[in-house]
Protein backbone atom coordinates (compact mmCIF):
# COMPACT_ATOMS: atom_id res chain seq x y z
CA UNK A 1 0.00 0.00 0.00
CA UNK A 2 1.34 3.32 -1.05
CA UNK A 3 1.24 6.23 1.44
CA UNK A 4 1.69 9.83 0.50
CA UNK A 5 2.18 12.45 2.85
CA UNK A 6 2.66 16.43 2.32
CA UNK A 7 4.02 19.02 4.46
CA UNK A 8 5.35 22.66 4.47
CA UNK A 9 2.05 24.52 3.54
CA UNK A 10 1.74 27.97 5.47
CA UNK A 11 1.32 31.74 4.79
CA UNK A 12 3.78 33.96 3.26
CA UNK A 13 4.00 37.55 2.05
CA UNK A 14 4.38 38.15 -2.03
CA UNK A 15 7.72 37.49 -3.02
CA UNK A 16 8.53 34.92 -0.32
CA UNK A 17 9.43 31.36 -0.29
CA UNK A 18 8.13 28.15 1.20
CA UNK A 19 9.53 24.29 0.74
CA UNK A 20 6.75 21.82 0.36
CA UNK A 21 8.00 18.02 1.43
CA UNK A 22 6.37 15.16 0.54
CA UNK A 23 6.92 11.44 1.54
CA UNK A 24 6.23 8.34 -0.50
CA UNK A 25 6.39 5.06 1.49
CA UNK A 26 6.75 2.94 -1.79
CA UNK A 27 6.59 3.21 -5.56
CA UNK A 28 6.36 1.94 -8.62
CA UNK A 29 9.65 1.70 -10.83
CA UNK A 30 10.07 3.46 -12.82
CA UNK A 31 7.55 6.39 -11.31
CA UNK A 32 6.44 9.53 -11.93
CA UNK A 33 5.98 12.24 -8.93
CA UNK A 34 4.36 15.58 -9.01
CA UNK A 35 2.72 18.26 -7.43
CA UNK A 36 -1.00 19.69 -8.33
CA UNK A 37 -2.73 22.02 -6.51
CA UNK A 38 -6.56 23.23 -6.38
CA UNK A 39 -8.32 26.53 -5.61
CA UNK A 40 -12.20 25.76 -4.26
CA UNK A 41 -14.45 25.36 -7.46
CA UNK A 42 -11.89 25.20 -9.82
CA UNK A 43 -9.49 21.89 -11.29
CA UNK A 44 -7.30 20.28 -9.75
CA UNK A 45 -3.75 22.12 -11.71
CA UNK A 46 -0.51 20.14 -12.69
CA UNK A 47 2.17 22.18 -11.28
CA UNK A 48 5.58 20.10 -11.57
CA UNK A 49 6.43 16.64 -12.66
CA UNK A 50 9.73 14.68 -12.21
CA UNK A 51 10.35 10.86 -12.83
CA UNK A 52 12.82 8.15 -11.80
CA UNK A 53 14.72 9.27 -14.78
CA UNK A 54 14.87 12.62 -13.81
CA UNK A 55 13.17 14.53 -16.14
CA UNK A 56 11.39 17.38 -15.09
CA UNK A 57 8.13 19.29 -16.25
CA UNK A 58 6.45 22.87 -14.77
CA UNK A 59 3.76 24.47 -16.16
CA UNK A 60 4.35 27.68 -17.55
CA UNK A 61 3.03 29.95 -14.69
CA UNK A 62 5.11 28.66 -12.14
CA UNK A 63 8.79 28.10 -14.60
CA UNK A 64 11.91 30.31 -13.57
CA UNK A 65 10.16 30.31 -9.55
CA UNK A 66 9.40 26.50 -8.55
CA UNK A 67 11.71 23.68 -8.66
CA UNK A 68 10.96 19.90 -8.35
CA UNK A 69 13.25 18.27 -6.60
CA UNK A 70 13.28 14.28 -5.26
CA UNK A 71 15.53 11.49 -3.44
CA UNK A 72 15.15 8.81 -1.14
CA UNK A 73 16.24 6.98 2.03
CA UNK A 74 16.36 3.10 2.73
CA UNK A 75 12.56 3.18 3.77
CA UNK A 76 11.16 6.46 1.70
CA UNK A 77 11.16 8.15 -1.43
CA UNK A 78 10.94 11.91 -0.66
CA UNK A 79 9.68 15.14 -3.01
CA UNK A 80 10.10 18.46 -2.43
CA UNK A 81 8.58 21.61 -4.52
CA UNK A 82 10.85 24.66 -3.83
CA UNK A 83 8.54 28.30 -4.29
CA UNK A 84 10.17 31.20 -4.44
CA UNK A 85 8.49 34.90 -5.74
CA UNK A 86 5.30 33.29 -4.37
CA UNK A 87 2.61 35.40 -5.79
CA UNK A 88 -1.22 35.69 -4.60
CA UNK A 89 -2.52 33.39 -7.46
CA UNK A 90 -0.19 30.34 -6.28
CA UNK A 91 -2.76 30.38 -3.16
CA UNK A 92 -4.28 26.87 -3.15
CA UNK A 93 -3.95 23.44 -1.48
CA UNK A 94 -0.94 21.72 -2.70
CA UNK A 95 -1.14 17.98 -3.01
CA UNK A 96 1.35 15.80 -3.59
CA UNK A 97 0.85 12.31 -6.45
CA UNK A 98 2.71 9.33 -7.24
CA UNK A 99 2.14 6.71 -10.54
CA UNK A 100 3.13 4.02 -12.59
CA UNK A 101 5.66 4.97 -15.83
CA UNK A 102 7.98 7.86 -16.68
CA UNK A 103 6.48 11.11 -16.60
CA UNK A 104 5.19 12.02 -20.30
CA UNK A 105 6.08 15.57 -20.52
CA UNK A 106 2.95 17.67 -20.76
CA UNK A 107 0.46 15.03 -20.22
CA UNK A 108 2.12 14.68 -16.98
CA UNK A 109 0.56 17.60 -15.82
CA UNK A 110 -3.10 15.68 -16.17
CA UNK A 111 -3.87 14.11 -12.68
CA UNK A 112 -5.93 11.75 -14.62
CA UNK A 113 -2.29 9.48 -14.50
CA UNK A 114 -1.76 9.10 -10.98
CA UNK A 115 -2.93 6.48 -8.42
CA UNK A 116 -2.19 7.77 -4.78
CA UNK A 117 -2.49 11.03 -3.71
CA UNK A 118 -1.84 12.96 -0.36
CA UNK A 119 -4.35 15.17 1.73
CA UNK A 120 -2.52 18.04 0.78
CA UNK A 121 -1.41 21.13 2.38
CA UNK A 122 -2.56 24.67 2.42
CA UNK A 123 -0.54 27.53 0.65
CA UNK A 124 -2.19 30.74 1.26
CA UNK A 125 0.51 34.21 -0.23
CA UNK A 126 -0.79 37.60 0.75
CA UNK A 127 -0.41 40.71 -1.48
Known amino acids: QVHVAESGGSSVQAGGSLRLSCTVS???????MGWFRQTPGKEREGVAT?????????TDSVKGRFTIAHDRDNTNHHLYLQMNGLRPEDTAKYFC????????????????????WGQGTQVTVSS
Open 50 to 58: IDSGEATTY
Open 97 to 116: TVGPGFCAEDASLRPVWYRH
Open 26 to 32: DTYRPYC
